[in-house]
């Protein structure tokens, strides 16, 4: 990160450069600048969602450095050189995420608001690996609301493309940090 | 937001001396960040912490853990050490807020997190806390999530926080650098009753930072419970909650702790109610005296005199579920 | 072989659109140069602004305006254009209009700057100086000054207080609800596109684009100069019905600077506008000894705003859904100083036929009776509101179907006298009913050069599945492949549709859909006639079928066209319809119904309760496609569990304001409240309701699932709770541990 430029108020704006979706951006923000408004508003990948803007809903939910956080509640400026995965970078030249798919096909949603939250956070808390059964699954996946409350076909498609996404994402070994300092380790599916 | 420096100092001393008068240290940010965006917070200046190297666990010498302020509350719900010797910790981390918030958030973090009052969050209404000397509109007001022990003429508020209940149950130390050099504060000292001060949450200095949380080595593993009672079944702050822990040996309680989280500005323990359980069967009856002894000054308000029966029956059915082994 | 798609469980057609962020929302249309506006509202309930200070707000480096009742643009000053579609009796509240405070929340000015974060800030920075004047919020305290509600109540029938007096069993109950926020994921938001000419293009979050254009030409004299897109609304549930004060402040701020400018609302906001409103009921139940009823009494008091009367159909189902002789129903208002409510899932029926199921479950066990016998004894065949015989009514199939599948046989009658460890169990039920209503609609049918059909109508696709289901009619009428047909809507500029609301979008634009391709099949069908040497000359509509992308001879099925070498022959086709509701709905009543069982988990010391089941059984006619339908039927059971057991929007009336403005403490279900829901469809056919055949179920889902919920609360507990939301610490009260 680098200091660019200051405003009147001495506020500086600073640069920052982060690997959003596999590729490397560098993008001047005010210090004030949420994760959120950034992507929203600056980058217009308005794919992530503003439910609350207070982390009271998950509708902002995106995959920093591999784990699900809410990208309402983080400056930009706190996460130059990290790596960030939001709904729009789910999918690859071979079509849908696994779990894009199962929530297309068990109709996992209504309006399609809190959607591209549930879904990083569902492939975040397969990441985590400490969902075992329907039951947990549903507790792991209450940061995320739906006032659709198509609660239990997210259930239904979250269990459909569990062992797919496991594949893909592997599982974090625990102790890794959310900022990656120490680098997010895989270890085998 | 209003408009606010930046700084990302990587070691603790350089942190420290950045500190000013309108400064604030910030790491997950996940409390920090929603206030300012109310104007509850208006600092001029952030101290981003997170290139601090704090963010690791270690074994202390004394068989103790030292867990790092950075250490994210998810990572330390699930680290091994804390899984298998202090599992009343890691479920009481993993009772509160969210998924997404606990991989933000960090352990210093939590221990400063805000009450969760209405009236403070609300900047348009007065609230002795934020401003104060205007007033405490929850008094004659919504108060059903408001304090029942240990509240104020001034605040009636509740700390928010499950992992400081823990905390609170294992008489951890935390570790603080500041201005004036380092120093460690025993848990129950780090909060503080609202008095006539309520706009100060714990006992730390201007620029003081937590580095460490210090577990002793008691983890009271084989005989604890986290209970949390709240208004729907995951992603709600407590009414009420109780940490429960307990050392049996052939039925007979050895040692005993209990901190009721949701009912007061701090974490709450009595003294008496625990050593009311040592030496006693691990029976009902002497968990519904420890109970009577924990409660004992309990005073309601018109929407939360229930919290009061409610604690009861709860320290009750945590310290039976202790009592029986800590769950799988 | 016609494989229509009608009846098929298809996925969403905008599925893959929601699923990759694709899909745009009100506040996600960008623009070089767009400006950010910022919401100021009043802190204060009642009374005025003597003085706005803004000048540290405009000494924000990018702050751009601050826009309040003192400097904004012309607006109506007659009652007749703020009067939207969905308007009550009264005079509309006006955003910004002079300096009169009616409630707290009110806006009171705009700040408007070229960056998000500084707007909000500025906006910290205005100062209101008020005049308070002492307000009234509370309805409980203000019954005094209740008025009769404007509305056209069924008339009594028979004498209810002289059969009161001599039933063998009466029962005079109470219940109440309280005010609850529609709280759609998507915030209420507004993009205004300032176009080259001083046109206004705008994205809005709506439920009903031509609502929306209509009022703003009407406040602001804009004739034909205004065009509202909605192409996604990221849920609604009757937010969107009228226009929010968010759109009005935007196009306000467009309008003076002659620039494009966003004003999003924020979470907090969105307490400070419509909402269910907070209501008293008292029921007085009649029967005989088994449990038949004699007569029925329902006395509803609901707040509305010193402005406006809401009303909504509150008490008229308990003169409808059973056969009773003797009824009298009456409705009030208490106005206070708040926001106007606002319709929100199945108005009026989710907290009326909450209180009267809720009722019959006691006289059921007044009476000894099994609450599916009790409401199968008294099954009413008419509609006796109205008298006149229901168009179709399988709801004694889904007392059936739904007791069936929860396998209620088992249930023993006794409260507390089933549990599981700590937690007693409980099994309650209740009967839902909705109306099936149709409006006025228009649509229209193209069909060009490239074969694919496109279908448009200005309604909405609040999560309700519009895209999909109309998609669905439209290939079916055609026999296109779904890939083929694309339907356009939110959008002022196509053909007029009804507010999407009410559970009508399906019956009211579907049949208009359906009409618009009949009249393209007789277009393709005049067309193909005049085809060198057709083999379909004299053949009539009836004669020929539409059938994977051809259309065919019936009696001769070799002789078939593709409809894209007609169209390469004919030109483009299009038609567009209007359509009324048929004059065979008069003689008919019409009405959706449903069962709901629940199974409650209530931990006896502690009150904590989790519905762990739910079986609802809904007879809605023809369901069009029963994945999508489904899903609005589980949503609704899930509002009704938070109806039950969380939704609550907590007035401070010392300071006359709502107070848990917030996801986090205005609780609505999360994912590990719901357990199983299980949804079935029973078998309705109907002619007289629309060509379709289908009823809607948009409403139906919530209705009655609190009652069911709060009548398996007591099944468990013994606790009969009359005020919702059910809480534990109203379970606390008494409970032995």
Redesign the interface.
Known sequence: MTEASANADGIAICSITIKLNGEPRTLEVYPWTTLLDMLREQLDLTGTKKGCDHGQCGACTVLLNGKRINACLTLAIMHDGAELTTIEGLASEDGLHPMQTAFVTHDAFQCGYCTPGQICSAIGMVAEGRAQSADDIREQMSGNLCRCGAYPNILAAIEAAMPETRNRVGVFEAGASADGHDGVREVKP | ??????A?PTRIDEAISLFGPQSRY?A???NL??L????VERPKQ?I?I?GLPL?S?EETADGGVRIGA???N??LA???LIERRYPLLAKAILAG?????R??ASTGGNLLQRT?C??F?????PCNKREPGTGC?AR???N??HAILGHSEQCIAVHPSDMCVALAALDAVVHVSGPQGERRVDFRDFHRLPGDEPERDNTLAEGELITAIELPAAGYAEHSAYLK?R???????A?VSVAAALDIDGGVIRSARIALGGVAHKPWRDDAAEASLIGEAAEPPAFDRAAQLLLQGASGFEHNA?KI??AR??I??ALAEAARGTAA | MNHSPVGQPLDRVDGPKKVTGQARYAAEFPEAGLLYGSVVNSRIAKGRIIRIDASAAEAVPGVALVLTHQNRPPVASYDEPYEDDDAGDGSPFRPLYNDRILYSGQPVALVVADNLELARYAGSLVEIEYAAEPHHTDLRARLDTAHQAEVDLPPARGDAAQALSEADIRLDLEYSTPVEHHNPMEPHASTVHYLAGGQLEIHDKTQGVQNCMRYLEGVFGMEGQIRILSPFTGGAFGSGLRPQYQLVLATMAALKLKRSVRVALKRQQMFTFGYRPRSIQRLSVGADSSGRLRALTHQAIGQTSSFEDFTEHEVEWTGMLYDCPNVKLNYQLVPLDVYTPLDMRAPGAAIGVYALECAMDELAYAAGVDPVQLRLSNYSERNQNQDLPYSSKALRECYEQGAERFGWSQRSPEPRSMREGNQLIGWGMATGVWEALQMPASAKARMGGDGKLVVSSATADIGTGTYTVMTQIAASALGLPMERVDFQLGDSSLSTAPLEGGSATVSSVGSAVQQACAGLQQKLLDAVQQMPASAFAGARLEDVDFADGSMTLKADPQQAVELEKIIAAAGELEVEVSIEPGEQRDNYATATHSAVFIEVKVDEALGTVKVSRAVSAIAAGRVINPKTAGNQIVGGVVWGIGMALHEETQMDHNLGRFMNHNLSEYHIPVNADIGEIDVLFVEEHDEVVNQLGSKGVGEIGIVGVAAAVANAIYHATGKRVRGLPITLDKLLQDASE
Not at chain 2, 1 to 6: D, V
């Open positions: 937001m209003n408009p606010f420096s930046y990302r910030i997950g940010g996940t960040l929603d300012m965006k109310e104007n952030l981003d997170t963010d666990i950075l250490v994210s998810a990572d699930w680290h091994a807020a969210s998924p997404q918030l991989n933000m969760r209405y009236y969050y609300d900047s348009t209404v509109p004659d007001g919504l059903r999530m009672l208004d729907r079944a995951s992603y709600a702050f009414l229930f029966e409610l029956r709860a009750k059915r």
